[in-house]
């Protein structure tokens, strides 16, 4: 068994509650864990608040950066001062390229936790910090067989990849979080934070059209993210949301507090990934707020909807996907399917995956030797000449 020193960088919320339980399962077998808080969160409420309920303490904890720039600055300083023997991270946020290209800039390996999920939307920026992470992982940690499919289908090598769950579903099993019964359950609840939709003055008014639509079903509650609520005082629409019946609006809401919504929800809408899979677990039926997402299980069960709020008649869209999905009939369904997106073993696979002596040829870093003559591409299928 081999025992490695592993640098685990976070900066949001959804980082921490994934990151926590492979951090533990990583110390518990034995690998030596430096856990570095990269700033991208200073709100404790995102991001404080549930590293001290989860028990992931920061070994090292930075300053807010300085946009991605200030993070990859930041990521080459720790690197230099903390000799690991790889860095992983995991997601979609800018911290996973800052430290991606940073270790690769080390000569350290890279290791994507939560790798795969592909959106295929060239205009999201969390896609582009995916591929990235692609481009220059050595170990590819999947959470299902479809994402482990995309990275296949772009060409990563099998050998690389790891199909390993979400290590969302390693919290949710180990906080002993339960589903609660369709018929117990009652309203709305909604979040919203993705910059598409409330940087837009039109579609964050559509938003809060929908918001108010949405209490026909039922009691709404609607955690109200920082970056959104700056941007309804911006545009004039705070007001109008607060004022609306049967709608309650508030601050984020501590983790433990969300799942407790969640559960007791009979449907939510969100623009939110972390949420997609957390509904999963609990047999909830989701909206999703955008036109595409990168968690398709959900999709093709038919326990998620796609709608965006970019036109009135997707706003419309909306409104109908959660009154149908939050019907007796639909919500027995969803609350039978399994959750696709782990059993909550991941920390303990990955734990084994680093541990494995064999692993030591995928973490490389060697210059290719084509002296031979040898190519390194197939070229049985060629792009078309035009």
Known sequence: MTRRHILVPFGTRPEVIKLAPVVHALRA????????????????????????????????????????????????????????????????????????????????????LEAGLRSFNARSAEEVNRRVAAATAQLHFAPTARSAAFLTAEGVPGDRIFVVGNPVVDTLREKGVTPVAPTARTGVLVTAHRASNVDDPSRLARLVDVVGRLAAIGPVRFPVHPRTRARLHEHGLHDRLAALPGVTCEDPLPYDDLLAALARARVVVTDSGGLQEEAAYLGVPVVVLRRSTPRWEGVETGATVLTGITSDDEADRAVAAAHRLSSPGELARVAALPCPYGDGHTGSRVAAVLADPALEPLLALDEPDHTDGTLPWDTRTPAAVV
Do not use: C, E
């Not at 700033?39 to 404790?44: C, R, S, T, V």
């Not at 790889?86 to 991606?100: E, F, I, N, Q, R």
């Open 29 to 112: 077998a034995g690998h030596r864990v430096t856990a570095v808080d990269t700033g991208q969160h200073q709100d404790a409420a995102m991001s404080g608040d549930v590293q001290r309920s989860l028990g992931l303490v920061p070994d090292l904890r930075l300053p807010k950066p300085n946009g991605l720039g200030g993070l990859v600055t930041a990521a080459l300083g720790v690197l230099a001062g903390t000799p690991a023997d790889l860095v992983m991270a995991l997601g979609d946020t800018h911290t996973v390229p800052a430290y991606a290209l940073a270790a690769r800039n080390a000569g350290i390996p890279f290791a994507h």
